[in-house]
Structure formats: C-alpha cells, structure tokens
C-alpha cells in the first residue's frame, strides 16, 4: 500500500551524535538519511511495486516529491532538504490528508512513517497542547487524526531509551497512534549509531510489506501467486459484535460469469496477481552433466503456468472468474487493462458474505447453465422476490444542482394552477418526505419562504387559486406539528378548485 515518508528537519534534528570512541559524530538527521535509504533499498528488492513519497516538516509542511515508485529519485531529495525551526506534528499530519486525498482518495489505505528525534514541540502548536485541545475546537480545523482515510502510523524515534525526551513524549506519541484506530507502532533503535538505525529500518520494512503468497486452484490446475499489495484483514461492525476476516491463501475458482453481468460492486479492496518466481525450481535427475545445464538455463518465460493461462483466457472472452477467498467470502478475477497493450490479472475483493451483490443475487446459488433446462436459466440482474414498499424513486441530492431542480420543478407546476394541482402536492410531499428523513428541516422552511416570495411576484395575469395555494402550502410547511413523515399536504378547497 502506499506509504507516506514524514521527515522531521527542525533543529533538533541537528544535534550531533557520538557514533564512535573517538571524536566522529553525526547528526539524527543525517542517522535518518541512512535509515530512510534502507528502507527503500529493501522494498527496490523485495517490493518494486509500492508507492512511496517523502514530506518535510518543522512548523510547516513541504511536499518534496510526490508517489512515485522511482526510489532513487527520493534519495536524491533527501540530500536537498535544508534544516528548519521547531516542530509541529499536528500540521504535518494535515498536510498527510491533503496529500493522500489528492492521490488515493478516501477509500485506499495507506501507511505513515514519522520518523522523528522524540521532541513533540513546545507551545501551543506542540503535540501535547494540539491533543489537549481535541475537545475544544469551534471555530478552527478538525484534528488531522484520524486521518479521512484508512492510514496506520509508524513513528521511528532516533534516541536512546534514556532520553528524557523520549520518556515523557512516549504517552503523547501512543496517544496519537491510538486515535487513527489502527495498530501502529513506536520503535527504536538499540543504539543510536548506523548500524542499528539501518537495521531497524530495515526491520520495520519488512514487517510493513510481508508479501502475501498463495495459491491460485481452478479444478486440477494451480499456480503458486503474489498479491500486490498485500491484503489485510478486514474488520465487520455490527451492533451486537465485531468479527474479523482474515484472508485464506487459498483462493480457489468457483465459477465464471460474464464481465458486463458483474459490474462495479462495492469492494474492499483490488489485488494485482503476479506468479511466484521465487520458488527454486525442482532438482531433476539427470544422467549426465549436459541435460541437468540445459535444465538450469531454461528461460522461465516457456515454463507453463495456469497464471497466464487463466489471464489470457479472461481477457479473450470477457469474462470474470468468481473466486472464494475464505469461509463465505468472495471475489473477481479479472484482465484488466491499464493501456492499450498491456494488461494484467486483477483481484476484487468483495466484503464478507454471500449476497453482497444485490444484482447477482445470494452467489451460493449460483450454478453453470448446463444444469438447468433452458426455461430455468434466468438473467441478471435478479428481481427479488419480496415486494418493494415503494413507489417512485428516492430523491438523492449529491450536488446542489439537483436540490435546485427539485425546487424548479415544484415552482413550474405552481404557476399553472389550478390545472396543476394534483402535480404540485405530489411534488411538494415528495420533496418534504426526503426532506425529514434526511433531517433536512431548513429546507421547509426556505421552500415556505420561496413561496411567500411567489405571491408576492405573481403577475396579475395569475389565477387567483395560484396565490392561495402557494400561500396555503407555505403555511403548512412552516408548521412544527405538521413535521411527521406520514403526514401529507393536501390542496386547499377554494372555489376555484373541484370539490
């Protein structure tokens, strides 16, 4: 998953640390350098595929390069980063939002690394003064944490277990991990020298990109596969209990169906499967030097894999396979292309359960079309069978535009009164039902208000039964006791009006 690199360059950052028994010192920002370049030396060898950015911080924030997988191109910047004033996390952490969001959105997870001397900063901008005041925050920003997307936090101290600093920032920096609701981490090195610093940089890349490896098995044919990124185990909240899936390393072909059928269902998460090339290839006997050399110079591109086979199989005939992942838990497998001519094997992750696809219906019952006769072979999507309890379709205001038309239309109707009064209350209730369910109550009364506004520039060509009806329904609306969502706002009788 992507990763986020926060640098602390405020002074302290400066001090200098013995690293020797002689006189040969260096700074904690140049012990971060080092530990940061390892950790991306480890993941240029074990995990090419990750997006890593870098961001410096002290008061303020500076973005020095964006996600990028060109790793090298990060090392370079740290060389360039001048020191700064003091430190100011709370700021930092804003600047991760606005990064991430503007990337990745609010739905991928992403990972932070804070790598830091210990100091939380002092004054009002420090970490200790930003927590205590996570209660009493009117008129300013919300706390950046937790973050408006899923991040877990990581935060590397390059002091000593000793440092009073450390000791007293320790509860602030566990505070801050525990309000992002994931399991992050404070580490440590045992020494504050290069040796250690890269080790536990090292150590922690490898505990944040374990690459998950298993095994992909339609019927008797099966591949030994790589999932990029690693999936984690996914959390369901319920009212009464909180259930945790983890992923089996199994993920055994169900079935197939057609690409256009399974559309864009609410996933979890997307895997790209990649083969396994670690595996050693399987000592053969030989009978002579000569055939065991020709055996460990195959290229690997001419060994069968039911990989490609089911890639290209997908990609030919459109199709998706439906794959179980664990105990009643589901996804795709699918070609997806994301150029012309290239193209790779993709894994949809569906949330736990079996009817989670509204269109397909329950995915237990579904079965290859040669067991059924042909008037038992139905299509998609699947009408249920209970019967829905409305109407017309629900009203959905995302944007302001289709507020506005609402109203637009409602006005429309009212000018063509009385020949439009049935279609007016029908709009009116319409919009004053959505209204209340979605607590919406300001909306009555500025729809009143537009009303009065209605008499008020009726040109004297208007049927007088406009005037009254728009000023009998203004009065309705304005009515607390008129606010339940079963009541309905029924035309006034005028004389104007059929009896």
């Given at each position: 998953?992507p990763?986020?690199i926060?640098?602390?360059?405020?002074?302290?950052?400066?001090r200098p640390?013995?690293?020797?028994?002689?006189?040969e010192?260096?700074t904690r920002?140049?012990?971060?350098?080092?530990?940061i370049?390892?950790f991306l030396?480890?993941?240029?060898?074990?995990s090419?595929?990750e997006?890593?950015?870098?961001?410096?911080?002290s008061?303020l924030?500076?973005?020095r390069c964006?996600?990028?997988?060109?790793?090298?191109a990060?090392?370079?910047?740290?060389?360039?980063i001048?020191?700064y004033?003091?430190?100011?996390i709370?700021?930092?952490?804003?600047?991760v939002?606005?990064?991430?969001?503007?990337e990745?959105?609010?739905n991928?997870a992403?990972q932070?690394?804070l790598?830091t001397?210990?100091h939380t900063?002092i004054?009002p901008n420090?970490?200790?003064?930003?927590?205590?005041?996570l209660?009493?925050?009117?008129?300013q920003l919300?706390?950046?944490?937790p973050?408006t997307f899923?991040?877990?936090?990581?935060?590397v101290c390059?002091a000593?277990?000793?440092?009073?600093?450390f000791?007293?920032?320790k509860?602030?920096?566990?505070?801050?991990i525990?309000?992002?609701?994931?399991?992050?981490?404070?580490?440590?090195?045992?020494?504050?020298n290069?040796?250690s610093?890269?080790t536990?940089f090292q150590k922690?890349?490898e505990d944040?990109?374990?690459?998950f490896?298993?095994?992909l098995?339609?019927?008797n044919?099966?591949?030994?596969?790589?999932?990029?990124?690693a999936p984690?185990?996914?959390?369901?909240?319920?009212d009464?209990?909180?259930q945790?899936?983890?992923m089996?390393?199994?993920i055994?072909?169900?079935?197939?169906i057609s690409v256009?059928d399974?559309?864009?269902?609410?996933?979890?998460?997307?895997?790209?499967?990649?083969?396994?090339?670690?595996?050693?290839?399987?000592?053969i006997?030989?009978?002579?030097?000569?055939?065991?050399?020709?055996?460990?110079?195959?290229?690997?591109s001419?060994?069968?894999?039911?990989?490609?086979?089911l890639?290209?199989?997908?990609?030919?005939?459109?199709?998706?396979a439906?794959?179980s992942?664990g105990?009643?838990?589901?996804?795709?497998v699918y070609?997806?292309?994301d150029s012309?001519?290239?193209s790779?094997?993709?894994?949809?992750?569906?949330t736990p359960?079996?009817?989670?696809?509204?269109?397909l219906?329950?995915?237990?019952?579904l079965g290859?079309?040669?067991?059924?006769?042909?008037d038992?072979?139905g299509?998609f999507?699947?009408?249920?069978?209970?019967?829905r309890?409305?109407?017309?379709n629900?009203?959905?205001?995302?944007?302001?535009?289709?507020?506005q038309?609402?109203?637009?239309?409602?006005?429309?109707?009212?000018r063509?009164?009385p020949?439009k009064?049935?279609?007016?209350?029908?709009?009116l209730?319409?919009?004053?039902?959505?209204?209340?369910s979605l607590?919406f109550?300001d909306?009555?009364n500025?729809l009143?208000y537009?009303?009065?506004?209605?008499?008020?520039?009726?040109?004297s060509?208007?049927?007088?039964?406009?005037?009254?009806q728009?000023?009998?329904?203004?009065?309705?609306?304005?009515?607390t006791q008129?606010?339940?969502?079963?009541y309905l706002?029924?035309?006034l009788?005028?004389?104007?009006s059929?009896?």
């Amino acid at each position: 998953m992507p990763t986020v690199i926060l640098l602390d360059v405020s002074l302290s950052m400066t001090r200098p640390v013995q690293v020797g028994e002689g006189f040969e010192t260096i700074t904690r920002k140049q012990l971060a350098e080092l530990g940061i370049n390892a950790f991306l030396d480890h993941l240029s060898i074990h995990s090419k595929l990750e997006f890593i950015s870098l961001m410096a911080f002290s008061s303020l924030y500076e973005e020095r390069c964006p996600f990028t997988r060109d790793y090298n191109a990060i090392k370079a910047e740290l060389k360039n980063i001048e020191d700064y004033d003091k430190t100011c996390i709370e700021t930092a952490l804003h600047g991760v939002n606005q990064m991430v969001l503007g990337e990745w959105g609010n739905n991928t997870a992403c990972q932070i690394l804070l790598v830091t001397d210990g100091h939380t900063g002092i004054g009002p901008n420090s970490l200790k003064e930003s927590i205590a005041s996570l209660n009493q925050r009117n008129n300013q920003l919300p706390y950046p944490v937790p973050f408006t997307f899923p991040g877990k936090l990581h935060i590397v101290c390059l002091a000593s277990p000793n440092d009073l600093n450390f000791i007293k920032s320790k509860a602030l920096f566990q505070r801050l991990i525990d309000l992002t609701g994931y399991d992050g981490s404070i580490l440590l090195p045992e020494n504050l020298n290069e040796s250690s610093v890269t080790t536990l940089f090292q150590k922690l890349a490898e505990d944040m990109y374990t690459n998950f490896k298993g095994t992909l098995k339609c019927g008797n044919l099966d591949s030994k596969v790589v999932l990029s990124p690693a999936p984690v185990a996914y959390t369901k909240l319920t009212d009464f209990e909180c259930q945790t899936y983890n992923m089996s390393d199994l993920i055994e072909v169900c079935g197939f169906i057609s690409v256009s059928d399974v559309g864009s269902p609410m996933a979890i998460s997307r895997h790209l499967i990649l083969p396994d090339n670690s595996l050693t290839k399987p000592e053969i006997s030989s009978k002579n030097d000569t055939d065991s050399n020709e055996e460990e110079t195959t290229d690997e591109s001419r060994v069968p894999s039911f990989c490609v086979l089911l890639h290209g199989a997908l990609r030919v005939e459109n199709m998706a396979a439906l794959v179980s992942i664990g105990d009643n838990w589901y996804g795709f497998v699918y070609s997806w292309a994301d150029s012309k001519k290239k193209s790779n094997l993709m894994l949809t992750i569906l949330t736990p359960g079996s009817d989670v696809i509204p269109w397909l219906g329950d995915l237990n019952y579904l079965g290859s079309a040669e067991s059924f006769t042909p008037d038992q072979i139905g299509s998609f999507p699947v009408k249920p069978v209970e019967k829905r309890s409305y109407s017309q379709n629900g009203v959905v205001w995302i944007r302001q535009a289709g507020l506005q038309s609402d109203i637009q239309k409602i006005l429309r109707h009212a000018r063509k009164l009385p020949e439009k009064t049935q279609q007016f209350y029908k709009e009116l209730n319409r919009l004053r039902k959505a209204a209340i369910s979605l607590g919406f109550l300001d909306l009555l009364n500025g729809l009143a208000y537009i009303f009065d506004q209605e008499c008020i520039q009726l040109p004297s060509s208007a049927h007088p039964d406009c005037a009254l009806q728009l000023q009998h329904a203004a009065d309705v609306l304005r009515k607390t006791q008129n606010r339940d969502i079963k009541y309905l706002v029924m035309p006034l009788q005028t004389n104007y009006s059929s009896a």
